[in-house]
């Protein structure tokens, strides 16, 4: 997981986010939240609207790396889930009945391998598709016991 503070470029926003990250109790929390409207109340209104700026920048990049590592968790969730089921199933005709792919593409995705710079992924519709082949699939196989 990331350190968002990392994605923080206003200076007063980040001091202010070094100050919560310092309170523990709820008497630090209180000072904290006393601190950030404090140097708040002492902006200008030309500071209010670049630090207002800065601060949605700041929590564009940190939604968008909270994504990244939400993606990452799904996928390592999804690794271990599967455990030894690839030796058991047949993936290329996962792939090629239920995405029209390759098993290279499907292995790509479920392994994350770097393709073209990036880490493969499966985007949140295909998560969808490979979790609903699964159901179909288990389906089958209960219709097939004895």
Same mark, same amino acid.
């Not at 994504?67 to 999804?78: V, W």
């Given at each position: 997981m990331r350190n968002l503070n990392n994605y923080i470029t206003h200076p007063v926003h980040k001091k202010i986010a070094e100050v919560y990250d310092k309170a523990i109790t709820p +008497?630090?929390?209180?000072?904290?939240?006393?601190y950030?409207?404090?140097?708040? #109340?002492?902006?200008?209104?030309?500071?209010?609207? !670049?630090?207002? +700026?800065?601060m949605i920048t700041d929590f564009r990049r940190m939604m968008a790396a909270m #994504?990244?590592?939400?993606?990452?968790?799904?996928? !390592?969730?999804?690794r271990k889930k599967m455990g030894d089921m690839p030796k058991f199933i047949n993936l290329s005709q996962i792939a090629r009945v239920y995405f029209?792919?390759?098993?290279s593409w499907l292995m790509q995705r479920i392994n994350g391998n770097m393709v073209n710079g990036k880490e493969a992924r499966f985007t949140p519709a295909e998560a969808k598709q490979l979790e609903a082949a699964f159901h179909d699939l288990g389906r089958k196989f209960l219709a097939m016991s004895l």
């Open positions: +008497e630090e929390l209180e000072a904290a939240k006393r950030q409207h404090e140097v708040q #109340d002492a902006m200008t209104p030309e500071e209010k609207k !670049e630090y207002n +700026e800065a #994504d990244e590592d939400i993606a990452d968790l799904q996928a !390592e969730a999804l029209g792919k390759s098993q």
